[in-house]
């Protein structure tokens, strides 16, 4: 039987690897300048952990794991007949793979809170697991990078997380727009209008405005059961055009009589009183039509598209309040972003962005002539790797030919060729793959040259 991998998974060439290293690298260098840490937590977590936290549906699509030993010992034959599958896999799994790195988070921070320093400055870059459909572009296992700040209400961690986006995405060459928007604007439009059980239904419709129009989106609010006298109040801003202060300044009026919608006006203001000064190469839009994780969030929510490809959201976060609450412990405040590793590796690609040493290949191979040659050649090569050149020795002292073949397949730019002569006048003849040109060099000034 051929071998293979479980559908939704998949395996990673060392050329794809070195690109996505230079992408986890990028963005941990990026979280090291603003003083976050790294944590790293379980690839299983018990399912009591897990389950409840994603709602029905995120429930359904958590991997359980089966109890070690005889799994079976709890389980009763009307249980099998009852079919009763939640309640079986209660019996049968103890633990199940993490669906995301948030609920990990909140019960490592309420289990370590002793040892923790508030405001808890964390990243985690590990794979997560969803039993969900494959199709392209979704996996059942894929990684998150996961930046938060936890313990802190100052909007002060915002600013920094706008600057943060920013940064990553200039190292990659990657043309973005952040979007901004706050749960508390939201939640005032729909107080304002009388429907504040109707938030989700507002915003669905507001989103879909640049699609499918005014006319068509006042229709559909009118299906959803919004009075007219709502729909008229809700025009202002549907209708919300200009620069970020002219939005703000149309909802300051819309709001006016909203103690939560001028709350969350005000904390946008702050954003941007600050990421205005900022050398930002990235543009920073008010966008009301960010609706991200509404039952999640709590204040300000981000989200960030590539301006030079169609492609869905490739970074997004935002404010909550009450993330360990789950776990026994209220009142811990934080504010986090998530950087989608698999939408920006397809971009990368898609431009073609990759810095020539992103992918970390074999500068220089020596030719093995044999074991007097490779005796010469190991300090020499020793001191080529301490100047930071990769570099590698053939094996086996094969045909000329066949090295040769081996450091093209590889894209090797240089190989080295020392023979008597060589070793006789401490120098390496080193040939250019790409132009085919060779010459005798001194070592150091080909460790000068190419460190």
């Known amino acids: ?20 290293t230079y992408i986890f690298d990028t963005i941990r260098e990026v979280y090291n300048l603003h003083g976050f840490e790294q944590i790293e937590t379980p690839s299983m977590e018990n399912l009591s952990t897990l389950m409840g936290k994603y709602g029905e549906e995120g429930d359904k699509l958590l991997f359980k794991i089966l109890n070690s030993g005889d799994f079976l010992s709890d389980v009763k034959p009307e249980d099998w007949t009852d079919k009763n599958l ?29 040892e923790i320093q508030f405001p808890f400055k964390r990243y985690q870059i590990q794979p997560v697991w969803r039993a969900d459909r494959p199709q392209k572009g979704r996996y059942r296992e894929f990684y998150q990078c996961d930046v938060d700040v936890v313990g802190s209400d100052s909007l002060m961690n915002e600013v920094e997380f706008v600057q943060i986006i920013d940064e990553v995405f200039s190292r990659f060459g990657i043309r973005v727009c952040i979007k901004i928007n706050n749960r508390k604007i939201l939640s005032g439009i729909a107080e304002m209008i009388g429907a504040a059980d109707k938030i989700t239904d507002i915003t669905v419709a507001i989103d879909k405005i640049d699609k499918i129009g005014l006319d068509n989106v006042n229709e559909e609010l009118r299906n959803k059961g919004i009075s007219e006298q709502s729909i008229e109040l809700l025009q202002p801003v549907l209708t919300l055009k ?27 203001a702050y954003i941007l009183n600050f990421t ?9 839009e008010v966008d009301l039509t960010l609706a991200r994780g509404l039952n999640y969030y709590t ?12 492609m869905g ?48 290949t074999t500068q220089i191979l020596f030719v093995n002539f044999g074991e007097k040659e490779v005796q010469y050649l190991l300090p020499v090569i020793a001191k080529v790797r301490a100047a930071g050149i990769r570099a590698e020795l053939f094996p086996e002292a094969a045909k000329m030919k ?20 060589e070793i006789a006048e401490n120098k390496i003849t080193l040939k250019n793959m790409l132009t085919g040109e060779q010459k005798l060099v001194d070592i150091e000034e080909f460790i000068r040259r190419y460190h």
Do not use: W
């Open 402 to 421: 066949k090295q040769m073949g081996y450091a093209d397949t590889k894209k090797i730019p240089f190989v080295a060729i020392v023979g008597e002569t």
């Open 242 to 268: 200009g620069n970020n202060r002219e939005k703000l300044s149309v909802l300051q009026n819309s709001l006016k009589n909203s103690e939560k919608g001028l709350k969350g006006i005000e904390e946008i």
């Open 1 to 20: 039987m051929k071998p293979s991998i479980p559908k939704g998974t998949r395996d990673f060439s060392p050329v794809e690897m070195a690109k996505r």
């Open 276 to 284: 205005e000064n900022l050398p930002l190469k990235a543009e920073v």
């Open 299 to 310: 204040g300000a929510i981000f989200e960030v598209k590539a301006l030079d490809v169609e």
């Open 313 to 360: 959201s490739i970074t997004g976060g935002g404010r909550y309040d009450n993330l360990t609450g789950l776990f026994g412990l209220d009142g811990v405040s934080g504010v986090g972003i998530s950087f989608g590793a698999e939408r920006i590796y397809d971009i990368l690609n898609q431009l073609d962005l990759y810095p020539d040493n992103a992918l970390k």
């Open 86 to 114: 939640p309640r079986l896999a209660n019996q049968l799994c103890e633990k199940g793979l993490r669906y995301d790195l948030t609920v990990p988070f909140a019960r490592y921070v309420v289990m370590h809170r002793n």
